[in-house]
């Protein structure tokens, strides 16, 4: 069965698993997911639920739904996707750990909130950087040799050798250290060289599947994954 982590403030306050087909996210008590927040519409959202995946839809809510910072329409949900919708952050497991227990459970307010606005403008820049690009995208934030990476190749590769794509620094770090796979409509990033040189939002990786405005760490460099519309 389906879970769906509800976080507020990066502190999981409910789990929610199901075995319904699609349930429903809104302010309301008549939810299957109630978020009391006044940015978050009586009925702003819907999941449904197939055999092997989960499609996240915006009801036409007043302040929109984003999925790993991207602001979508619908969107299928991966695993560890993540579903902001107003002040809260929704996890999808297609699998729920065992010990789980199945969840019961006036007008909307124009959200405004330091968050919202940069959710906003963040991903309106991330459209224009990878439409201009014309694929999905690496942007140096840290210790890089360029603002921003195209990923138009099968394999990018990160390193101190002269011959990758894109070169980094830091100690320790091999001539090939890790690389970016795209496979089919996702970007999988391996760790091929020393133990704990890449990195994915501050955690150590060895094979991760990439999700939009994920921070990679490869030695001391720093880059922003911007998924595109080649996804």
């Given at each position: 069965m389906p879970e769906i982590l509800v976080k507020y403030e990066d502190k999981v306050i409910e789990r929610v698993v199901t075995q319904k087909k699609r349930i429903s996210i809104g302010r309301?008590?008549?939810?299957?997911?109630?978020?009391?927040?006044?940015?978050?519409?009586?009925?702003?959202?819907?999941?449904?639920?197939?055999?092997?995946?989960?499609?996240?839809?915006?009801?036409?809510?007043?302040?929109?739904?984003?999925?790993?910072?991207?602001?979508?329409?619908?969107?299928?949900?991966?695993?560890?996707?993540?579903?902001?919708?107003?002040?809260?952050?929704?996890?999808?497991?297609?699998?729920?750990?065992?010990?789980?227990?199945?969840?019961?459970?006036?007008?909307?307010?124009?959200?405004?909130?330091?968050?919202?606005?940069?959710?906003?403008?963040?991903?309106?820049?991330?459209?224009?950087?990878?439409?201009?690009?014309?694929?999905?995208?690496l942007l140096g934030e840290a210790n890089a040799e360029r603002k921003q990476y195209t990923l138009s190749k099968p394999v990018i590769t990160f390193g101190t050798g002269k011959f990758v794509?894109?070169?980094?620094?830091?100690?320790?770090?091999?001539?090939?250290?890790?690389?970016?796979?795209?496979?089919?409509?996702?970007?999988?990033?391996?760790?091929?060289?020393?133990?704990?040189?890449?990195?994915?939002?501050?955690?150590?990786?060895?094979?991760?599947?990439?999700?939009?405005?994920?921070?990679?760490?490869?030695?001391?460099?720093?880059?922003?994954?911007?998924?595109?519309?080649?996804?």
């Open positions: 309301t008590a008549d939810n299957d997911i109630v978020l009391d927040n006044k940015g978050v519409s009586r009925k702003h959202a819907t999941i449904e639920f197939d055999a092997d995946s989960a499609l996240v839809i915006d009801n036409e809510s007043l302040n929109g739904v984003f999925v790993n910072s991207r602001k979508v329409s619908e969107e299928v949900l991966k695993e560890e996707d993540q579903v902001t919708i107003g002040k809260f952050d929704l996890v999808y497991h297609p699998d729920a750990p065992k010990e789980a227990k199945l969840a019961e459970f006036d007008g909307t307010m124009v959200l405004k909130t330091r968050r919202q606005k940069e959710l906003l403008e963040k991903d309106k820049q991330a459209k224009e950087l990878t439409a201009v690009a014309g694929a999905s995208i794509n894109v070169p980094v620094t830091g100690f320790l770090v091999s001539r090939i250290q890790s690389k970016i796979i795209k496979d089919k409509d996702q970007f999988v990033l391996v760790n091929v060289g020393r133990w704990s040189r890449t990195k994915v939002n501050g955690e150590r990786v060895q094979r991760y599947r990439l999700k939009n405005d994920d921070l990679i760490e490869v030695g001391r460099s720093v880059f922003r994954f911007v998924q595109g519309s080649d996804k």
